[in-house]
């Protein structure tokens, strides 16, 4: 056998294990998910071919779809920008010269690490009507109580606060690096120039470490439109459906009413979303993002 071959032959070999799991657990169950989104496919019983039929009636004739992505998009929003701006500020901050840094950068990055299910877990005792820690603060300084998770008009913002504290740890150590990687040089050049320190930050800084910026934005807003656990947890969906998402209605059709090929047609209208909008983002970079 060749040396060339050879090679080959021990590099495939090397790579077989993570081939085997990709094909094994990614490729074939993605394959599969969009077969069955073709069928009515119930998870005990006679199996029926349907084509389009799941997708169509998706947006023709399920009363839930549209605010299940009403939600799924008021959460996206709302996490992304809330993620974005408090990890930017914290790390403005923790790459200025203050004492006691690694601790709070530390600190600010410790909820990243928490399961999150002991983090909802956390915040739906916080949220507590009676007992809840936030209440009773109000209630100290003459507020009335808020039923955080129980009310339509707070349950989904709640939700939304408990992931920003838990996942803007990420973003800050992204921006942190970007930060840290804008030369010095720039900056007192700009400033000799007569910029001020709000001035160079948005004229020198911010386009600098555009490309931090852009991952930390793909990366929040694809991870946002998969939120499933806090609301698993925090409130099953409800109250009222105000705090079901689109992963969590796939959970709900697959397993609870058992409807499995319904809830893959969801999954792939889902898929379709994020990827349209990641391209979007993707060309729309090109404007902005500066990798000079």
């Not at 060749?2 to 094909?23: Q, S, V």
Request: hydrophobic share 55%; proline share 4%.
């Amino acid at each position: 056998m060749k040396k060339k071959h050879r090679e080959g032959l021990t590099a495939l070999c090397f790579l077989a294990p993570n081939l085997i799991g990709f094909l094994i657990f990614t490729a074939i169950p993605v394959v599969m998910s969009f077969v069955m989104s073709l069928y009515d496919w119930p998870v005990v019983g006679e199996r029926r071919f349907v084509g389009f039929d799941n997708y169509k009636n998706l947006f023709t004739a399920d009363p839930l779809f549209g605010k299940v992505m009403g939600n799924t998009v008021f959460y996206v929003a709302a996490y992304a920008v809330l993620n974005i701006l408090i990890a930017m500020l914290l790390a403005v901050w923790l790459t200025s010269k203050i004492k006691n840094l690694k601790f709070y950068r530390a600190a600010f990055f410790m909820p990243q690490v928490i399961p999150v299910i002991a983090t909802t877990m956390l915040w739906k005792w916080l949220f507590l009507p009676e007992y809840g820690l936030i209440n009773i603060a109000l209630n100290t300084f003459g507020f009335k109580e808020i039923n955080f998770l129980g009310s339509t008009k707070t349950a989904m913002m709640s939700i939304v606060i408990m992931s920003v504290w838990q996942g803007f740890g990420y973003n800050m150590v992204i921006f942190i690096a970007g930060l840290l990687g804008v030369p010095q040089s720039l900056k007192e050049a700009a400033r000799i120039d007569g910029c001020g320190r709000i001035r160079t930050y948005f004229k020198v800084t911010l386009p600098l470490m555009s490309p931090s910026i852009f991952f930390a934005v793909i990366m929040t807003i694809i991870s946002s439109f998969q939120v499933f656990d806090q609301t698993f947890i925090g409130t099953n969906g409800g109250p009222a459906y105000s705090t079901t998402t689109a992963v969590m209605y796939i959970y709900q059709n697959g397993f609870n009413f058992m409807k499995m090929g319904y809830a893959s047609s969801i999954a792939w209208v889902l898929f379709a979303i994020i990827m349209i909008i990641t391209v979007f983002q993707w060309f729309a970079q090109k404007k902005w993002v500066v990798y000079d």
